[in-house]
């Protein structure tokens, strides 16, 4: 299967500073991207789709001014948490696929933030 | 509204057992269904995927999954489990016109695995 690859694999940040999460897809073009959350012992929730050169859709309840999606190629995607604080500490997954009905995602292998 | 359903939070079994491990779902339309394997830290990997035709699908690492439409059930099984099976294991469910990466998830069954 193609590859994502996400980095960084983890990070510790101070309360208030900004981290940003990348997202590649290394074999293939992504037009669209997925990013996901997952909070410890729980399922993964949809957090934004992102198409390459459009604005992210966000989902309901997720702050759109704090998480930052730029989906600029077709490529990479960033997750940028801006002010970050210890309740947005979790388990960032993203998943890309290629343009096309039916064509499979694939996931990054996740990036665990903690915010002290 | 959409949801997925997986009734078991944590199942042991021992090695070389066979292996059920349950999901339902809520879905107005033809569902697209899933199962995934997660370990511990790591990304997703897409054991198989239903989208229409044989109800019976077959994945990678000789998993299979049946998908019955009147129960609302997409079972994940498999005959013979191996201690690297070990894992957590999430269902989920296609939405947004059938796109694959828009996914509705289960909550997820951790198996563990007896030697």
């Known amino acids: 299967g193609a590859v994502v690859s996400q980095h960084p694999s983890w990070v510790i940040c101070k309360s208030g500073t900004s981290v940003k999460i990348e997202c590649r897809s290394l074999?293939?073009?992504?037009?669209?991207m997925f990013w996901y959350r997952q909070f410890p012992k729980q399922s993964l929730m949809l957090m934004a789709t992102?198409?390459?050169?459009?604005?992210?859709?966000?989902e309901q309840g997720v702050e759109k001014d704090k998480f930052l999606i730029n989906h600029a190629s077709l490529t990479l995607s960033t997750l940028t948490v801006t002010s970050a604080h210890p309740e947005d500490s979790s388990f960032y997954i993203c998943?890309?696929?290629?343009?096309?009905?039916?064509?499979?995602?694939?996931f990054g292998q996740g990036t665990r933030l903690t915010v002290v | 509204a959409q949801s997925v359903t997986q009734p078991d939070i944590h199942i042991t079994v021992s090695e070389g057992a066979s292996l059920e491990l349950r999901c339902n779902y809520s879905?107005?339309?033809?569902?697209?269904l899933f199962w995934y394997v997660q370990s511990p830290g790591q990304g997703l990997q897409l054991l198989l995927k239903?989208?229409?035709?044989?109800?019976l699908v077959q994945g990678i690492k000789g998993f299979e999954a049946e998908f019955k439409r009147s129960q609302s059930s997409f079972n994940l099984r498999k005959p013979s489990v191996h201690w690297s099976d070990a894992a957590e294991y999430f269902c989920?469910?296609?939405?947004?016109?059938?796109?694959?990466?828009?996914?509705?998830f289960g909550k997820g069954t951790k198996l563990s695995v007896k030697p």
């Open positions: 998943s890309a696929r290629e343009a096309g009905m039916n064509t499979e995602a694939f």
């Open positions: 074999d293939f073009q992504a037009t669209t």
């Open positions: 992102s198409n390459e050169g459009s604005k992210a859709t966000y």
């Open positions: 879905y107005g339309a033809t569902p697209y």
């Open positions: 239903y989208f229409s035709g044989d109800t």
């Open positions: 989920a469910v296609g939405v947004g016109g059938g796109s694959q990466g828009n996914l509705i």
